[in-house]
């Protein structure tokens, strides 16, 4: 039997500072970052950097930071709709942040491709391939989380798939299913899992 190895990727200074009532400082975010990786975290996600001007500070800052075992993550979205990659602000501002990993969301629920981006659905995957491609010639790991994918598996599983299939074909390293609402059971993820294997 095939050993597997699970990793952890930490979202405490992204996520985690979006609570009511939490706002990092930059030291703070530095002091907490060197904790994780004393806690034996896999990946730390810093934060995003083309968002504000604090987690810009953190990354500039953080390339002095020594982890003894976990990667430093940059976040951020696909490029924008109508622009090329190598034109999006965003993308330039993850290349600029020299982690050794950064992380991408696309849309993977064809509901919030055509009502919240407002574009068609080929155009989705053009942004997820393009933005992927992008970022694998500049930096050494990319991650593709597809945001909302298992309510975007069950409203089309066809399309979900073809969004994670676009960042792959782009050389993805990783990519993560998120269940961004938090609504499905256990047993339904099984399930997506065991249906998507075979298409990745």
């Known amino acids: 039997m095939e050993k597997q190895r699970i990793e952890i990727y930490d979202t405490t200074l992204r996520d985690g500072s979006q609570g009511e009532g939490v ?16 806690f034996g975290m896999d990946y730390i996600e810093g934060g995003w950097p083309a968002s504000n001007p604090k987690d810009t500070e953190f990354f500039q800052r953080a390339r002095k930071l020594k ?3 976990a990667k ?15 034109e ?21 629920w064809d509901m919030h491709v055509t009502h919240a981006l407002k ?7 053009d942004m997820i391939y393009d933005s992927v491609k992008f970022l694998k010639e500049r930096v050494p ?17 066809e399309y979900a798939i ?19 609402n938090g ?11 065991d249906a998507v294997k075979p298409h990745v």
């Open 162 to 180: 073809k969004t994670l299939q676009a960042a792959e074909e782009a050389g993805a390293d990783m990519l993560v299913l998120c269940d961004t």
């Open 67 to 69: 982890f003894s075992h």
């Open 141 to 157: 790991q990319v991650i593709y989380d597809a945001e909302h994918f298992f309510d975007g598996y069950k409203h089309n599983p």
């Open 88 to 108: 999006d602000e965003n993308l330039q501002a993850l290349v600029a942040c020299e982690t050794p990993v950064v992380t991408i969301f696309g849309k993977s």
């Open 23 to 38: 706002n990092f400082t930059v030291e703070d975010k530095l002091k907490i970052a060197q904790r994780l990786d004393e």
């Open 72 to 86: 430093l993550a940059a976040f951020g979205s696909t490029r924008r709709a109508k622009l090329k990659a190598e």
């Open 183 to 193: 609504g499905t059971l256990p047993h339904e993820i099984a399930q997506i899992m």
């Open 119 to 125: 574009v068609p659905l080929q155009a989705n995957l």
